[in-house]
């Protein structure tokens, strides 16, 4: 299985950046999918993730600026970001599971057991 996330770099406050991960391994429709990041000093979060009922969950700080979808013909996860700002700044990690279902699929149970690609840095200037 293998998680490869790109489209890190840098962007000011209020721009956009997409980041992609292409996954083997697992499937995007089916599968427990999400993306985590970590900034400096800080512990891992949980950004969005979504279940295999296509239930799509996305923590309080990036609601309505942040947008997950997927490609399933390319098994591909994506993640928008928009309207960035400057606490944004993290590695960003793309992680998946073919077993964890439900409830699970949205926080420090995934956080703990899912499998997680390389990460990508964003750096929001303001």
């Known amino acids: 299985a293998h998680l490869a996330v790109s489209g890190g770099g840098s962007a000011q406050a209020g721009g956009s950046l997409r980041l992609s991960c292409g996954v083997s391994?697992?499937?995007?429709?089916?599968?427990?999918m999400g993306w985590f990041r970590q900034a400096p000093g800080k512990e891992r979060e949980l950004v969005t993730s979504?279940?295999?009922?296509?239930?799509?969950n996305y923590a309080d700080s990036v609601k309505g600026r942040f947008t997950v979808s997927q490609d399933n013909a390319k098994n591909i996860l994506y993640l928008q970001m928009n309207s960035l700002k400057p606490e944004d700044t993290a590695m960003y990690y793309c992680?998946?599971?073919?077993?964890?279902?439900?409830?699970?699929?949205?926080?420090?149970?995934?956080?703990?057991?899912?499998?997680w690609g390389q990460g990508t840095q964003v750096t929001v200037s303001s």
């Open positions: 979504r279940d295999s009922d296509g239930t799509t």
């Open positions: 992680a998946a599971s073919s077993w964890i279902r439900g409830p699970d699929c949205r926080g420090a149970y995934f956080l703990k057991h899912g499998n």
């Open positions: 391994g697992y499937t995007v429709s089916r599968d427990c």
